[in-house]
T-cell receptor, first 112, second 114 residues
Framework: DAGITQSPRYKITETGRQVTLMCHQTWSHSYMFWYRQDLGHGLRLIYY???????DKGEVPDGYVVSRSKTENFPLTLESATRSQTSVYFCASSDVRAAGYTFGSGTRLTVV | AQSVTQLDSHVSVSEGTPVLLRCNYS??????LFWYVQHPNKGLQLLLK??????LVKGINGFEAEFKKSETSFHLTKPSAHMSDAAEYFCVVTPNNAGNMLTFGGGTRLMVKP
């Protein structure tokens, strides 16, 4: 199906474990983004990518790693999960500048 | 630098009455502005967007917003609220020459009373 899909929808992991959140889009959009949503903070940008093999930090990148070897995929890895990374994570994609952004359904991550 | 301030964290209206959700922004460049809606446990859906064309923008579900450069505002309105409008609303800004990064406001939770 066309669109932007995130997996898993829900994840519980333990402190210190590595976990990867997946994001896949079918439009060949150049730009992809990862945001986290927390009460009292709204959505904050973690990392973004302007094209395959081009990534850059957002507002809150510490503790996260991204890669983009293919245009359609933009995985987000928590190298050693901490409780403060409990959040809802949204992936988004965009074509040309400011033309439109589409968000995935989100991944609810709980770190225990 | 850019920022977005949503002036009300919660707004409560009665069904059938008008909705006003307020948003002020600051941006070093001519911005693009968006309103997104998020229903409980759902993703974000685009309501409408302003990208330097007409200053009055019409969106889905009867919502509209007016870009006022002199007031740096982009308030969201709807003439008559429905129960299904109850959700969280986000005002979002991106400067047109900053590589597509979005800055979100803190959100406004709209409650609709029967």
């Amino acid at each position: 199906d066309a669109g932007i899909t995130q997996s898993p929808r829900y994840k519980i992991t333990e402190t210190g474990r590595q976990v990867t959140l997946m994001c896949h889009q079918t439009w060949s959009h150049s730009y992809m983004f990862w945001y986290r949503q927390d009460l009292g903070h709204g959505l904050r940008l973690i990392y973004y990518s302007a094209a395959a093999d081009i990534t850059d930090k957002g507002e809150v990148p510490d503790g996260y790693v991204v890669s983009r070897s293919k245009t359609e995929n933009f995985p987000l890895t928590l190298e050693s999960a901490t409780r403060s990374q409990t959040s809802v994570y949204f992936c988004a994609s965009s074509d040309v500048r400011a033309a439109g952004y589409t968000f995935g359904s989100g991944t609810r991550l709980t770190v225990v | 630098a850019q920022s977005v301030t949503q002036l009300d964290s919660h707004v409560s209206v009665s069904e059938g009455t008008p909705v006003l959700l307020r948003c002020n922004y600051s941006s070093s460049y001519s911005p693009s502005l968006f309103w997104y809606v998020q229903h409980p446990n759902k993703g974000l859906q685009l309501l409408l967007k302003y990208t330097s064309a007409a200053t009055l923008v019409k969106g889905i579900n009867g919502f509209e917003a007016e870009f006022k450069k002199s007031e740096t505002s982009f308030h969201l309105t709807k003439p008559s609220a429905h129960m299904s409008d109850a959700a969280e609303y986000f005002c979002v800004v991106t400067p047109n020459n900053a590589g597509n990064m979005l800055t979100f406001g803190g959100g406004t939770r709209l409650m609709v009373k029967p």
